[in-house]
């Protein structure tokens, strides 16, 4: 078949896919059910017109209506701040547009743009929560011997403006998790012949702030603790960071880096029962200062919890963090990498490694590739997504040319990776309305690259009514007031029929006898 012939099939196809589009628009009597039919159908509001008042728009105006409703999409964008990098006198902008407000009609597909770029100095902030367990003494040494490095490190790549600080755990002080005979819980390190602290659950030491020398001496002057049970309660700890930002100090525009160091299992949601805790974890911040020898220890907080509720479930963990904006890097010993594999896998920007075996300097190493690896990716996902938006994202990134599209939220992959600093990647987020909600509100839903503070807000509305049906009023047009009178024509009161509403439908009529009886 030559070009000619396939133009021309291509062009009947179209002409009968319109023709097909105009005899449903034509089916239907009111403005409403006109335009939510199918976006090409438009209906003509003039008050004498003797066409089908719905028609695709061209036919209308063939016809010679005068006033067409045909609603069409809208963009208005009310937060449009340009990009920009960070400072310490100021926060970067990464994203732009920040708020858009859209009107969109059912079944028509609306396109907007939004422009990423990875700012210079982006703010760092990055919170240990460590195991304190006996075991763990000589990799506390090991972060305080090279935290300098770390920051060394992440200043000379990313940026100058970073915040650390930490907390440590253990696990709930209760039977079977811990021995509670009184010798025990003065001194869980009993069996190991050496003094520690009492067992406690979660304890948040030091603020995320500046200081790296006064980080280096908390965590030198870290007591180890113990308790009975081989796994460790560093959900609970993960939990309260995650939820308690007040207390640990978290940035607003920061990217927000948890580091989790550990070299045993975990306990998680159900395991609570074993020690007569039956309340289920409330994913809410627990922590309260900490008080030793009838002295509130000043920056300490303690989680008041511990005995109370149970340890958070997976997906409860995955939610806090991914609420929050919260990246994860679990550092744990080779026989439980496994462990923590299962529970990063549903964690969104977060990952699991081996503790390197070749120590302190390993770790440095570690956790500066991991966020080297966070700030070269990027991915947009969605917060209050409404039910009946269809939403698709794709972009070409500045490292291929292959466009990736994916619909929001089910796809998690990233988008784009390879990014670097100053280099702008577009986003084209289409989006269309598949049904008319049955409540009249306004919607909001936010497009957010993940693990990061920044947001597109997206405010819909929706043109799934004519104005005019809101102004319907009886009216004498109507055979005495037997209808309303809205969008140029009668709509009868039940009974009544004919264009003027002029005739009654007696019980058992057929559409043909009322045809013929209503002259």
């Known amino acids: 078949m030559d070009v000619r012939s396939i133009i021309a099939v291509f062009g009947l196809f179209c002409l009968v896919d319109s023709q097909s589009d105009e005899a449903g628009c034509n089916q239907k009597r009111y403005c409403n059910d006109c335009i939510n039919f199918h976006p090409d159908c438009a209906w003509c509001n003039d008050k004498e017109f003797a066409k089908a008042r719905c028609s695709v728009n061209r036919t209308l105006k063939d016809d010679g209506c005068r006033e067409i409703k045909n609603p069409n999409n809208t963009e208005f964008k009310t937060k449009n701040d340009g990009l920009k990098d960070g400072s310490f006198e100021y926060d970067p902008i990464q994203l732009t547009p920040q708020a858009i407000k859209l009107t969109l009609r059912k079944g028509k597909t609306h396109s907007l ?104 001496d908390t965590i030198r002057n870290t007591s180890t603790s113990s308790n009975f049970d081989p796994m460790e309660g560093g959900l609970d700890a993960v939990m309260q960071a995650a939820v308690c930002p007040q207390i640990v100090g978290w940035r607003n525009r920061s990217r927000r880096v948890l580091v989790y160091i550990s070299d045993a299992g975990f306990h998680f949601a159900g395991d609570g029962k074993l020690g007569g805790i039956d309340l289920p974890n409330d994913a809410t911040c627990h922590m309260v200062p900490n008080v030793r020898a009838q002295r509130a220890i000043i920056g300490e907080y303690i ?130 309305l598949t049904e008319c909600p049955k409540e009249d509100v306004n919607r909001t839903f936010k497009l957010v690259p993940s693990g990061l503070q920044e947001h597109l807000e997206i405010e819909v509305d929706y043109s799934c009514d004519c104005d005019c049906e809101k102004s319907a009023e009886l009216d004498d047009k109507c055979s005495n007031k037997n209808g309303t009178y809205e969008c140029g024509m009668c709509r009868c009161k039940p009974g009544r029929y004919g264009e003027f509403c002029q005739c009654s439908r007696a019980e058992g009529d057929t559409t043909e006898v009322m045809e013929g009886k209503c002259i």
């Open 113 to 216: 743009l939004m422009t990423y770029r990875v700012a210079k100095n982006l703010p760092i902030d990055i919170y240990f929560v460590m195991d304190a367990s006996y075991t763990m003494a000589t990799r506390i040494k090991d972060v305080a011997d090279r935290i300098g490095d770390l920051i060394d490190g992440l200043k000379k790549s990313f940026t100058e403006n970073i915040e650390i600080g930490f907390g440590v755990f253990i696990d709930k002080p209760v039977q079977p998790f811990t021995i509670t005979t009184p010798r025990v819980l003065e001194n869980p390190c009993l069996i190991q012949s050496t003094v520690c602290e009492p067992t406690y659950g979660f304890i948040h030491r030091q603020r995320l702030n500046n200081n790296t020398s006064e980080f280096i």
């Open 303 to 432: 989680y008041s919890h511990s005995k109370i509720l149970d340890y958070p479930s997976y997906g409860m963990l995955a939610k806090a963090l991914k609420d929050n904006n919260i990246n994860a890097f679990f550092l744990v010993d080779k026989s439980h990498v496994h462990l923590y594999q299962g529970l990063t896998d549903m964690i969104d920007q977060s990952k699991t490694m081996r503790m390197d075996a070749t120590g302190s300097q390993g770790v440095v190493k570690q956790i500066n590739d991991y966020y080297k690896e966070l700030s070269e990716r990027v991915k947009i996902t969605g917060v209050n997504l409404p039910p009946e938006l269809h939403i698709t994202v794709a972009t070409n990134c500045s490292v291929s040319t292959i466009v990736n599209t994916y619909k929001l939220p089910t796809d998690t992959k990233d988008m784009c990776t390879n990014l670097v600093v100053g280099k702008e990647v577009i986003f084209n987020v289409s989006v269309t």
